[in-house]
């Protein structure tokens, strides 16, 4: 039986189309992807992303675990600060990307939801003797995202604390109609905006508030194409235990001077390892998607795979994201993509497709 | 087109015989399950089609579905609007969204096609 999240019921009597994603029911759309995509990438969308695990991590030892299991360095973080990061296996693939919040009294980790159970019990078995209170906070919460240009201005005095001061990939603790929730200047979007974190029994309350202040509900297939043009990976596509953070091009995300930590070691030889496919973009000719698993191909012979691929919303392009030999990952490198039997010319572009514009540089 | 006068597939496919020219197209209910219709992919004239095969392929921003021809003969005609603006499929089914003609033997029925009463309770069952 699929999970839902407290939003589920709201989802259904709206339009909401659900699918099964990650072990939970979700929509996919309620009224059109592109609606939904453009109103991200020019207003303000709402997305229910309840289904992202949330775990807490309290006590003196906290910090030693997260280090160990954590290819970014949590001992750098400030209070308030939010980072990327992989948890990988001793092979240095990865077992999920995840986001870590630092906080004075504590941590918090935010999950894929299809890694759930997986990670808590990855970190259950690494606990150890070690004083660390795991809790799962997925069921008692709700997790909800506000992301595109209007996004920041359409939160004005929604919750006590001023989002508009939060730095990028920072976040804070404030109050929602008297009860705590956790406000931070992250998404999963490639536009500016904040997620929430609240108590489970205000989830209707709270989003139907963000509905009548003008966000548009999106679904799991405008997040899709969103983060798609953004380029970020999505686990179980661009990220899986077999694929190092290297070839994912997320390098900047592994700190192999912080000490030592699951898969270091494995991830030194393979930084170097030249024969590994890499992950590139490709933007292809005509209007047919090359979907996951399509092939790639130079001089007569596969070189690679797709992992993702659409015809973009706003860029009105089919793109894609691939693994790639490393002699074919320059940019300008030409190839052809077998969309269902037919062949598609193509070019390795710069990531990300997509990119708002923006003043100050992104810090993670 | 007046969808009582249709005739229809189990996929979702609607056809309209006059003489010995078929007009096939896409039931409004299958796209407005594929909502956002990105490409389609249509045979050339004077290529055989079979009845139950694939003709061609439709892609929204989400998947890529099959297209499968209700009678068999050769093709007559192809909506080349659609290469350009395939949003007419969604906008109006029945008619400038129309796919292809399709020229048939003669004698050619329709009669293994639902009729629009079987084909709605078909969709019915569908929908949940």
């Known amino acids: 039986m699929a999970l839902r999240t407290p939003l589920y019921d709201w989802h259904v009597r709206h339009g909401g189309r659900m699918i099964a994603f990650g072990g939970w029911d979700m929509p996919v759309q309620y009224t059109s992807i592109i609606e939904e995509h453009q109103a991200v990438r020019t207003a303000a969308g709402l997305f229910d992303i309840s289904h992202m695990g949330r775990l807490t991590f309290a006590g003196v030892d906290a910090l030693a675990l997260l280090q160990q299991v954590y290819s970014n360095n949590a001992a750098t973080m400030k209070d308030g600060q939010v980072r990327y990061g992989l948890i990988c296996n001793e092979r240095g693939g990865i077992r999920d990307d995840v986001l870590v919040y630092r906080w004075s009294h504590g941590w918090t980790m935010v999950v894929n939801a299809s890694n759930r159970v997986k990670i808590v019990n990855w970190l259950t078995q690494h606990k150890a003797g070690r004083a660390v209170e795991i809790t799962d906070q997925t069921m008692t919460t709700c997790m909800i995202a506000v992301q595109g240009p209007q996004a920041l201005a359409l939160c004005q005095g929604l919750i006590e604390a001023d989002a508009g001061q939060l730095a990028y990939y920072h976040a804070m603790r404030t109050r929602y109609r008297g009860h705590t929730c956790v406000v931070s200047r992250t998404g999963y979007t490639g536009e500016d905006g904040i997620e929430l974190i609240a108590p489970a029994e205000q989830a209707v309350e709270l989003w139907t508030e963000l509905v009548s202040r003008g966000a548009k509900p999106c679904g799991l297939g405008a997040r899709d194409t969103l983060r798609l043009e953004a380029a970020m990976p999505l686990y179980g596509h661009e990220l899986s235990e077999e694929i190092d953070p290297f070839q994912a091009g997320l390098g900047w995300a592994v700190k192999l001077d912080k000490g030592d930590f699951i898969g270091r070691d494995a991830l030194v030889r393979r930084r170097e390892d030249a024969t590994l496919p890499r992950r590139v973009g490709l933007e292809l000719a005509g209007h047919r998607a090359a979907r996951e698993g399509s092939t790639v191909w130079r001089d007569g012979r596969i070189i690679g795979r797709v992992t993702s691929g659409t015809v973009t919303p706003t860029l009105h392009k089919a793109i894609a994201m691939a693994y790639l030999e490393p002699a074919f990952t320059a940019i300008g490198t030409l190839c052809t993509v077998d969309v269902r039997g037919k062949t598609a010319e193509a070019r390795v572009v710069p990531l990300p497709f997509y990119q708002r514009p923006r003043k100050e540089t992104a810090c993670r | ?128």
Request: hydrophobic share 35%; aromatic share 8%; net charge negative.
């Open chain 2, 1 to 128: 087109m007046d969808p009582k006068t249709l005739r229809y597939t189990k996929t979702h496919e609607w056809a309209y015989l006059e003489g010995d020219l078929c007009t096939v197209g896409l039931t409004k209910f299958a796209v407005d399950q594929l909502t956002d219709i990105i490409y389609i992919d249509l045979p050339d004239v004077d290529d055989p089609v079979t009845a139950g095969e694939s003709f061609g392929e439709i892609e929204s921003v989400k998947a890529v579905s099959d297209l499968y021809s209700p009678v068999s003969g050769d093709i007559s005609a192809v909506n080349e609007k659609l290469q350009t603006d395939p949003t007419l499929i969604s906008s109006d089914p029945y008619g400038k969204g129309w796919l292809i003609k399709v020229k048939v033997e003669k004698g050619t029925t329709l009669d293994h096609l639902m009729t629009l009463d079987q084909y709605e309770k078909q969709i019915a069952s569908e929908e949940h």
